[in-house]
């Protein structure tokens, strides 16, 4: 039985002289991977090899035995550009993806997350500066995290449950700024631990290995989003290397797209 589906490319690779295997985020069915046979022939009923983030509707039979799906067809209707966006944006998209396909599944619908990330690509042709780009992508990742349940405890400490408003120490902004600056100082008195799932205060952060310390200016802007649309590049930088190391911990390796953001030089 054929079904139809509105999807985004996530991942492709050839598969043949002819063909594709395809990984699509669908509106209705999370994650499909399928194998798209004939699409790299430019008479076939793709119009051509289907490049990745090309998005519009797709048909496809389900497998019987839960392996790939065969793509009968494809419509991608015009959405993102790799030429019209800047490096920045365009990293911030491949993160987009592989972020998807490690945490969505087949069957598993995200129809507000697929809406999210289409808005995403489009804003991110549309705001090119760095920090723009990371103001969208920190963002839709913390609601991606959140969607499966993997959402970031911030509010509290995640491992006593204190107040952070009660436990921050005053911190200048000459000490703010070598915080954020080094990542490794930390006035502010809270760490962020993957193993307790969020941050963690000064008198915790000794029970967990692995703690990264944050800055006041990064805490406050992952807890209070609106902060997100004036927060300056360093900050937002903490906060993005601090959404990589909770998804390496996850997942027990780096995600490949990472690697932009953590060598990204603040000029």
């Given at each position: 039985m054929q079904l139809k589906?509105?999807?985004?490319?996530?991942r492709k690779m050839d598969y043949s002289e002819t063909s594709q295997i395809l990984t699509f985020f669908t509106r209705g069915a999370g994650v499909i991977g399928g194998i798209a046979k004939g699409s790299r022939r430019n008479k076939s009923a793709f119009?051509?090899?289907?490049?990745?983030?090309?998005?519009?509707?797709?048909?496809?039979?389900?497998?019987?035995?839960?392996?790939?799906?065969t793509i009968t067809d494809f419509a991608p209707k015009p959405l993102f550009s790799t030429a019209r966006t800047s490096s920045t944006g365009l990293n911030g998209a491949y993160f987009a993806a592989e972020m998807l396909a490690a945490f969505i599944s087949n069957n598993d619908p995200h129809p507000q997350l697929f809406d999210r990330v289409m808005r995403f690509l489009v804003n991110i042709q549309q705001n090119k500066t760095p920090e723009a780009v990371l103001r969208l992508l920190i963002r839709f990742q913390m609601n991606l995290l959140k969607?499966?349940?993997?959402?970031?405890?911030?509010?509290?400490?995640?491992n006593c449950s204190a107040a952070f408003d009660k436990i921050m120490q005053p911190q200048s902004?000459?000490?703010?700024?070598q915080?954020?600056?080094?990542?490794?100082?930390?006035?502010?008195?809270?760490?962020?631990?993957?193993?307790?799932?969020?941050?963690?205060?000064?008198d915790c952060e000794q029970a967990f290995v692995n703690k990264?310390?944050?800055?006041r200016t990064c805490f406050?802007?992952?807890?209070?989003?609106?902060?997100?649309d004036t927060a300056p590049l360093?900050?937002?930088?903490?906060?993005?290397?601090?959404?990589?190391?909770?998804?390496?911990?996850?997942?027990?390796?780096?995600?490949?797209?990472?690697?932009?953001?953590?060598?990204?030089?603040?000029?």
């Open positions: 589906d509105t999807g985004l490319c996530i119009g051509g090899a289907v490049e990745l983030f090309a998005a519009g509707e797709i048909i496809y039979i389900p497998s019987k035995s839960g392996g790939l799906a969607d499966v349940g993997l959402g970031l405890d911030i509010g509290r400490c995640a902004p000459a000490a703010e700024g915080s954020s600056n080094n990542f490794t100082a930390n006035p502010s008195g809270i760490y962020f631990a993957s193993d307790a799932g969020g941050m963690v205060c000064r990264i310390p944050v800055s406050s802007l992952l807890r209070n989003e609106s902060e997100l360093r900050p937002l930088l903490e906060a993005q290397r601090l959404i990589i190391n909770h998804i390496t911990h996850i997942r027990n390796k780096p995600p490949r797209s990472a690697a932009f953001f953590l060598d990204f030089k603040i000029r």
